[in-house]
């Protein structure tokens, strides 16, 4: 009787397989036209947090391939099956289930930088205008609990002004990766753990604002116009929805 061949083996969380990151790099650099600028922002070691605004589909891989780091995003559960779940695996990716506030996910992220590595969100939660006008909590609470620095990223350029059908850029459209600079939050002595959390939303919101309004200024590329936004990314994550509850 043959014996059944063994299974293969899925890396862990922020730790992928080199052939990911090299198709990552095939599509950003092949499939499209990509600039990446900034990439000198990304700490070579320790800890980091990318927040990156999200207006397409191809965010994510494209991101992936073209960060100077290995990056384990925060990716929806449903992304998980067939030929793309088990690519995502293999890249080392993070399973999320947006229907409530997931521990595991995020201990899996507190996990990642806590051995030194880089994790990303999408702190828009899904696809919209990629203005990051909408930022939602789960990253400001990751990065109060990690102390990780938070390197906010602008992805231009994947659908313009009066497209309409927003899947997939065509092939060979210059797209721009702004990587910004690095910025802590920080809670202050004696501030309520709902406060805290609030006001590193904010400032998440404000830092991830200005850096794509100063991205599209400097790659001279608009955001598309404002359409109805599919659900791909991190769901909003209160502070009661974290592990722990409200701190």
């Given at each position: 009787?043959?014996?059944?061949?063994?299974?293969?083996?899925?890396?862990?969380?922020?730790?992928?397989?080199?052939?990911?990151?090299?198709?990552?790099?095939?599509?950003?650099?092949?499939?499209?036209?990509?600039?990446?600028?900034?990439?000198?922002?990304?700490?070579?070691?320790g800890p980091v947090l990318l927040a990156s605004n999200h207006a397409s589909l191809t965010d994510g891989p494209l991101l992936f391939g073209?960060?100077?780091?290995?990056?384990?995003?925060?990716?929806?559960?449903?992304?998980?099956?067939?030929?793309?779940?088990?690519?995502?695996?293999?890249?080392?990716?993070i399973p999320i289930d947006r229907s409530h506030g997931d521990r595991d996910a995020l201990q899996t992220v507190l996990r990642v930088l806590?051995?030194?590595?880089?994790?990303?969100?999408?702190?828009?939660?899904?696809?919209?205008?990629?203005?990051?006008?909408?930022?939602?909590?789960?990253?400001?609470?990751?990065?109060?609990?990690?102390?990780?620095?938070?390197?906010?990223?602008?992805?231009?350029?994947?659908?313009?002004?009066?497209?309409?059908?927003?899947?997939?850029?065509?092939?060979?459209?210059?797209?721009?990766?702004?990587?910004?600079?690095?910025?802590?939050?920080?809670?202050?002595?004696?501030?309520?753990?709902?406060?805290?959390?609030?006001?590193?939303?904010?400032?998440?919101?404000?830092?991830?604002?200005?850096?794509?309004?100063?991205?599209?200024?400097?790659?001279?590329?608009?955001?598309?116009?404002?359409?109805?936004?599919?659900?791909?990314?991190?769901?909003?994550?209160?502070?009661?929805?974290?592990?722990?509850?409200?701190?």
């Open positions: 009787m043959t014996p059944a061949p063994a299974p293969v083996a899925v890396p862990r969380a922020g730790r992928p397989q080199p052939w990911t990151k090299a198709l990552g790099r095939f599509l950003a650099h092949v499939v499209w036209s990509s600039t990446v600028h900034g990439a000198e922002n990304v700490p070579a070691t073209v960060a100077p780091r290995d990056v384990a995003f925060l990716v929806k559960k449903e992304m998980f099956d067939g030929p793309v779940g088990w690519a995502l695996l293999r890249a080392g990716q806590s051995e030194g590595g880089a994790a990303g969100v999408f702190p828009e939660g899904t696809r919209g205008r990629g203005d990051a006008a909408s930022v939602r909590s789960g990253i400001a609470w990751i990065a109060l609990q990690s102390g990780a620095p938070v390197v906010p990223v602008a992805c231009l350029g994947a659908h313009r002004p009066g497209e309409r059908g927003r899947t997939a850029p065509p092939p060979r459209r210059r797209l721009h990766y702004c990587f910004g600079e690095p910025f802590t939050v920080v809670k202050e002595p004696g501030v309520p753990g709902r406060a805290a959390l609030a006001a590193a939303v904010e400032q998440v919101r404000d830092k991830l604002s200005a850096h794509v309004l100063e991205s599209m200024r400097r790659t001279g590329t608009p955001l598309p116009d404002d359409l109805d936004a599919a659900g791909l990314g991190l769901r909003e994550l209160a502070s009661d929805d974290a592990t722990g509850g409200p701190r």
